[in-house]
């Protein structure tokens, strides 16, 4: 057993989508989630930008004592979670390899779409990680770089959201499955599963990481078991309309409480 | 004479929109622009956070020796070019006031829009600067947080790009004037034309802030002769679709060759 708390990293509100996978997952361990707000979106910047910022992120979770790492950000993790794996002894996980290996088991799934922001495409880590362990996979990649900041405005069903998910997805109709590379894409879920129907399997990275960190706490013996967990939530910037996107997704109105402004 | 060049800083590619401009009305001056896209966009962001950006952009134009600044960035100008008017003493200015100047001339607008990013018109500033000059004025405001990564993307006249102005507009329809209060939005002019007719006068900052800057020149007699006038770009994060937006904004192929990254 081991109640430190384990660390969330994202560049904003988007990581939340995978919080609340980890907290139905693992309802007995505490959060700390750190949102880098003053510097959203990540999408448009350099490898370096993102390292150098992710870093700052690494340094203050394990500053909190945090047992492990979920770096929630799509761009995070393509362009920035190796360097932190060599760099720190604490496990630090992103959100690519437990989706690649969701695919790898399931073998129906051959011809698959990655929508992303532009620095995760332009990165192409999603392709050479797919085309790594599953050789003959067929890999369709598109940038959406307005998808987070429309996420973040809180367009996820109007008729701009629809059209925008219509043109973005427009060469994604005969794939097996679609993998959503950004953590704030699963609030546009129901539009994509409109836009391609039944036939696409939509893939929620959160949900596979929440389920690659349950196994590895307790392949460690490091699950958390505390009686009512705690969920901290840390902005670099507080004055972002952060509170009102996520009181919504995570359907709690007090979310404002939990929320501390950080200098990083 | 003064040869010096001007400095022009903004947070990304909007501040294109008022070089062009300046470029017009001051042709024989050099040019030295600062896009900050590494942390662009600026409108999500709190203003402490942007005081200490914009006084980093300052720092670097003054080192290269400009004769004055032109902070061509709505969001900057509106939540930091008071501070940075305290702490230097070389000219900066916004583009806010010669707005207001132009609109107090006219008197025939005294119903007017401001349409800016988030922070800017969190920040009330041009209600209370309008206000201040012309206290039997009507402001009408509206955040538009999207116009200014879809301009980046490029969306500046397809479908999207249509029904978002139409949906951020739809209270603007009974005013004299509306004020593109970010310098991205000038991209947007046909669209915003076509939504508001021609009863409403669009109002262009950049163009403004040209003018006071060649008076301001002039009367200090520190116009520039340059008989092949240079424009030098730096941006703190070269990564960006900046070289594809900007080439077309400028009408430029070669603009690739004048860009230069810095890191501050």
Redesign the interface.
Known sequence: MDNRSIGMFDSGVGGLTVLKEVKKELPQENIIYLGD?????YG????E?IIQLTQKGMDFLISQDVKAIVIACGTATSQALEEMQKRYRIPIMGIIDSTVQYIKKKENLRKVGVIAT?GTI?SNGWEKKLKKEIPEIEVKSKAC??LA??A??G?IS???AK??IK?YLKDMKNVDALILGCTHYPLFEPLIKEELGDTVEIIHTGKLVSKQLKEMLLEQKEEGESFSANTQIYLT?????FIQVASRMLENTEIEKQIKEIQI
């Open positions: 707000t003053k510097r959203f979106p448009s910047k350099s490898k930008s532009a332009r770089p307005l900041p429309m973040e405005e367009w109007n008729e701009v059209l925008t043109e910037d507080r004055e972002t309309n």
